[in-house]
């Protein structure tokens, strides 16, 4: 990972733990968020998880985790999104594999 690519990341999950404090006047009963990562093998991602985890338990946040199979899985990060907005989720933090992939189902 670059450190451009890190830093992008780094911003992203910070901007996603705001989302995650938002998301928990809304979820009492319910999914209130969704985190979907790369995969659940890199070191990173696997931080992060941890993080989103601890901070939407802090917040009374119910937070659904999701990561591809491998670097670059688009179709189970696909259709993690979908998931997601089927059970309702009120905010999505995604560490796209291939944004290219999911922009249909982002746009939904």
Avoid: R
């Amino acid at each position: 990972m670059t450190k451009k690519s890190l830093l992008k990341s780094t911003v992203f999950a910070a901007a996603g733990l705001g989302l995650l404090a938002f998301a928990s006047s809304a979820s009492a009963a319910g999914v209130g968020a969704c985190l979907i990562t790369k995969t659940d093998t890199n070191p990173f991602f696997v931080k992060m998880k941890e993080g989103a985890t601890a901070k939407a338990k802090e917040l009374g946040v119910d937070l659904k985790t999701y990561a591809g199979k491998i670097d670059g899985d688009s179709e189970s990060q696909v259709a993690a999104i979908e998931s997601c907005i089927a059970d309702g989720a009120k905010g999505i933090l995604i560490t796209a594999s291939d944004t290219k992939g999911i922009v249909p189902t982002v746009k939904k």
